[in-house]
């Protein structure tokens, strides 16, 4: 089983719609999980922390389930300019520092008129 | 402004070189990391370093060598054993110095001709 996984898509939806992305984690001691932003060619861009209590930005909102070890990404009235794949991230961090940066293989998010 | 430099952008390798991507960062983070990408693929670990003068062999490290002789520097080399280098390479930073926000380069484009 791979340590993160994603539903690599494409996500094809319109305009307006609201899309939702799942991301599972295999680590139960994982404590730190981010949603970064890639363009094509592009490096990734953070999009949002993700918090035990869940947490919104703008037409953004993450959440995280620890008893079925998975977080969210809820995108509400897409916009053409969200198209791009979106990678959740295991940060595996620990109180005496980092480890690894585990990606989970994106999900592909196309927006048409 | 503080940040993750990579270079070069672009960079062609004949069969049989090595090369060295370089990756330097001013945000003062201890851990560094080397990702390749695929086309349509996501991220594979290939080394990191939790501190200066010491790394961690990633998911595909074969054919890679790194060091980490100061904080702010990990240059990556492509060995002439790494059968099929085309790719992209991104070079990321943590630190709680910048929230635990992982921080990427823009990537460095290796082909072999």
């Known amino acids: 089983r791979k340590e993160v996984e994603q539903d690599p898509g494409p996500f094809n939806v319109p305009e307006g719609a609201t899309v939702a992305f799942n991301c599972t984690y295999s680590?139960?001691?994982?404590?730190?999980f981010f949603w970064y932003r890639q363009d094509c060619r592009k490096e990734p861009k953070l999009l949002m922390s993700v918090y035990s209590s869940g947490n919104e930005d703008g037409r953004f909102t993450a959440q995280l389930n620890r008893a079925s070890q998975y977080i969210s990404l809820l995108i509400r009235d897409s916009k053409l300019s969200d198209s791009a794949t979106y990678l959740c991230?295991?940060?595996?961090?620990?109180?005496?520092?980092?480890?690894?940066?585990?990606f989970g293989a994106g999900t592909r998010l196309a927006v048409h008129p | 402004d503080g940040g993750i430099t990579q270079s070069p952008k672009y960079l062609f390798r004949k069969e049989g070189q090595n090369v060295t991507l370089s990756c330097e960062q001013n945000l003062n983070h201890d851990a560094m990391y080397w990702y390749r990408q695929d086309p349509g693929q996501g991220l594979r670990l290939i080394y990191y370093s939790q501190i200066v003068n010491d790394f961690q062999k990633g998911d595909i490290a074969e054919g890679y060598s790194v060091s980490r002789e100061k904080k702010e520097s990990f240059p990556l080399t492509v060995t002439s054993a790494q059968k099929n280098p085309t790719a992209f390479y991104l070079c990321a930073s943590v630190g709680r110095t910048s929230g635990n926000t992982i921080y990427f380069g823009e990537g460095s484009w290796l082909t072999v001709v």
């Open positions: 680590n139960s001691a994982s404590q730190s």
């Open positions: 991230v295991d940060a595996d961090l620990f109180s005496g520092g980092y480890n690894k940066l585990i």
